[in-house]
């Protein structure tokens, strides 16, 4: 680990019991965060990324069928904390969540001012003046005006109520702060909105972030580096520059190809087929159905490999993965 | 002769236009203001949804809308459907003004249009299976029993949900997303209509889906002659999709022209803003700020004097934007806006 390093999630597993089986949501996830760096997971609807958010802060429904894995923040294995150390000193305290669809469930009967400064009271004591003072901080970072702490969440507009959810999520000065697809439900202009303050606080207060959404285009607006996840899971660990320019594993080149362009003449094309089922994945590479590399190899399950620092998941990199391999061993 | 000058010309007699330029739909000065409610005595004013829209589409032409949340997309379509009467202003459907219909002749003109409504999620009744949800517009209309089976199959190869009996039990939870929308799309075509309407119908779904969704719409569109009115407000998708925009600000349209035109030449401000804040996935755009207009967008009870677009704009001509409400100019063939810049 580097001294910047802030976050290292390793084999990260989890699934659900449900009737008609074990769904596998989140399959050996495994990467690493800087301080200051913002990570953006990508990802279809259903391929596991508010699960891997869910794991990541053990926010767990009831049916779970397996948790494991380490999750290391700074130095400390959180997963080895049972779940009232791992309240008092990790959730909220080093890692916030802004969770999916959080504009819509504030809670309508409370001032949003005093929403916003509940964490601080609950998880760390501070009395309510103090509190309120730094709500009013974390509003002039987001750009609420300042007499809206008197208001409800129905007297906000959409764009206002998540930016109070992200202040909500800024006033405990976490380490890391989770956002869950925070602009899918967002006009463009409010999207650009969020996505600059969003910019200034990563500047401003040298916070993590990671990012979960499947609005590519979006999330180039924040990403420093980019982790594609298929079926549960992660394909593609990547810089944002190599990312954008051009991706690695097939199923990201073919989602790159699928974002339509504003400022150039290319016709998107959509991916043929669907992700395969989380209750039953296939032995192999989950992505070989829908792949147009598929091989004889791909039947059997390809690794994570890492390719001169980038990382990828498909055998068409073995090679390029066995030769850096013997380069090291050589030396 | 300029678009805009026709434009003014048949204004004047709204039942023979529709006959003498061949235009599918004429929509002139249409306003939809809905009351809002009363507190004691006195009125409490209108929410002016759609305020001053006119525009043509022609026979199998596909546009698209574009503009924020509550800017009056929705209610337009709606007005258009006959399901809102206009407060003023009209709707003609090939020559007849829709709101002088009996029941008898809405029934047919709602028969003609198909509705791709806004979130594909609630759309489809929980309880209904496919087959089930594809009958009843056609029992509604009077097909005979033994016709439906096969009018259905056919709208089900149509939008691709094949093989054909492996969808038709199915319930909607049963399917994907893309799979819903194409059962709310083979739903709108049942009763083969001239123009679809689609109000956001990609905007919930996965990027490769909604590709796959507005290629499906493109194709019908050509194979059968379809005019389709796509509303959105993601900019980057129209340009693959339809052949004219119109960009929708406060209940009124402030930009029409060809796709390429706006994308290329965009004219007003609130245009420029929006162009501006879309991007395309690019690894720099995280070292700048993405320039957005301040503010939000105005109130529709008591929306701003003169152009409704001032109190955001940074090419406000004092004296005249804020005073006076800009006509519609046309700067280039085809190519309208509604901005003082322009005059
Ligand atoms: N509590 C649960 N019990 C059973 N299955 C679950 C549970 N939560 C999620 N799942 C399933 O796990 C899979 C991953 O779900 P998840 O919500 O993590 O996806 P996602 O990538 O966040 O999707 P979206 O983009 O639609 O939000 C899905 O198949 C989902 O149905
Ligand atoms: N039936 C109604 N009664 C009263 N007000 C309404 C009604 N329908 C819509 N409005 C109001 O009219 C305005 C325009 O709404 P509309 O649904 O047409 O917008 P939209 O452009 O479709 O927005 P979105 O992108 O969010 O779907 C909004 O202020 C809305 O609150
Ligand atoms: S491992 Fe094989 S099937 Fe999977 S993505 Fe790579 S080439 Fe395609
Ligand atoms: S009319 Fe004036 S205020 Fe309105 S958009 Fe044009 S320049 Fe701006
Ligand atoms: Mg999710
Ligand atoms: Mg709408």
């Not at chain 1, 958010?53 to 494991?68: F, G, H, S």
């Not at chain 2, 929980?126 to 029993?145: D, G, K, Q």
């Not at chain 2, 706006?262 to 755009?285: F, Q």
Request: charged share 25%; glycine share 6%; aromatic share 6%.
């Amino acid at each position: 680990m580097t001294d910047r390093s802030l976050l290292r999630v390793q084999d990260l597993v989890l699934y659900f019991r449900t009737s008609a089986g074990v769904v596998q949501a989140v399959d050996k996830v495994t990467f690493g965060l800087e301080r200051g760096e913002a990570m953006v997971i990508l990802g279809e609807s259903g391929c596991g990324k508010t699960s891997l958010a869910k794991a990541i802060l053990r926010l767990l429904p009831r049916n779970v069928q397996r948790y494991d894995g380490s999750v290391f923040l700074d130095d400390m294995d959180v997963m080895r904390l049972d779940d009232d150390d791992y309240r008092r000193r990790v959730r909220w305290i080093k890692i916030s969540m802004v969770p999916q669809a959080a504009m819509n469930s504030l809670n309508p009967v409370l001032k949003v001012g005093d929403q916003v400064a509940e964490p601080m009271i609950t998880h760390f004591g501070v009395n309510k003046k103090d509190a309120m003072t730094q709500v009013r901080r974390m509003f002039e970072h987001v750009g609420v005006p300042l007499d809206f702490v008197k208001r409800y969440a129905f007297e906000l507009s959409g764009g206002m109520r998540q930016r109070v959810a992200i202040a909500m999520s800024l006033v405990t000065s976490p380490d890391l702060i989770l956002l869950d697809e925070p602009t899918s439900a967002l006009d463009v202009l409010t999207q650009a909105n969020i996505m600059n303050v969003l910019k200034r606080i990563k500047k401003d207060m040298d916070a993590s972030f990671i990012l979960i959404t499947h609005d590519i285009a979006t999330s180039s607006e924040l990403a420093d580096r980019v982790a594609v996840m298929y079926a549960g899971q992660i394909v593609e660990v990547d810089t944002a520059e190599h990312f954008f320019d051009e991706p690695l594993h097939p199923y990201s080149k073919k989602l790159m190809a699928s974002v339509p362009r504003l400022r150039a003449d290319q016709e998107p094309e959509f991916i043929v087929g669907q992700p395969p089922s989380l209750l039953n994945p296939p032995k192999g590479c989950r992505f070989a159905e829908r792949c147009g590399f598929r091989f004889e190899q791909c039947s059997q399950e390809p690794p994570l490999m890492d390719v001169e620092g980038r990382q990828v998941r498909c055998w068409l990199y073995a090679e390029e993965f066995e030769k850096v391999h013997a380069r090291e061993a050589g030396a | 002769m300029s678009d805009s000058t026709v434009v003014q010309e048949q204004s004047i007699d709204t039942q023979d236009a529709g006959r003498s330029n061949g235009a599918m739909l004429q929509i002139r000065d249409l306003r939809v203001w809905f009351e809002l409610r009363r507190f004691g005595f006195g009125r409490a004013g209108s929410v002016r949804a759609v305020d001053g829209v006119t525009f043509d589409l022609a026979h199998g032409e596909a546009i698209a809308i574009v503009g924020e949340s509550g800017c009056g997309k929705s209610t337009l379509m709606k007005t258009i459907l006959g399901l809102y009467q206009p407060t003023d202003g009209e709707v003609a459907y090939e020559g007849s003004a829709v709101g002088k219909l009996g029941s008898l002749g809405l029934k047919q003109y709602r028969s003609k249009i198909g509705y791709v409504q806004q979130d594909p999620f609630g759309a489809l009744p929980p309880f209904m299976s496919v087959r089930a949800i594809l009958e009843e517009p056609l029992a509604i209309n009077n097909v005979p029993a033994r016709e439906r089976g096969e009018r259905i199959e056919k709208a089900m190869v149509e939008v691709k949900l094949t093989p054909v009996e492996d969808f038709l039990g199915k319930f909607p939870h049963m399917l994907s997303g893309g799979q819903q929308q194409r059962v709310v799309i083979a739903r709108a075509m049942i009763l083969q209509p001239g123009l679809i309407v689609a109000d956001e119908p990609v905007s919930m779904l996965d990027a490769s889906v909604r590709v796959e969704i507005l290629k499906l719409l493109r194709a019908l569109q050509a194979s059968h002659d379809l005019a389709v009115i796509y509303i959105t407000h993601d900019l980057s998708t129209v340009r693959y999709f339809s052949e004219r925009i119109f960009v929708m600000y406060a209940g009124k349209l402030v930009e029409k022209a060809p796709v390429l035109s706006l994308l290329r030449n965009p004219e007003h401000p609130y245009t420029h803003a929006l162009l501006a804040a879309s991007v395309d996935p690019d690894a720099r755009n995280a070292s700048s700020l993405r320039e957005v207009p301040p503010g939000e967008p105005p109130s529709l009870v008591r929306p701003p004097s003169g152009c409704r677009f001032h109190p955001r704009c940074p090419h406000r001509i004092e004296g005249l934007c804020a005073e006076e409400e800009p006509p519609e100019f046309e700067s280039r063939p085809g190519h309208q806006t509604a901005c003082w810049l322009y005059r």
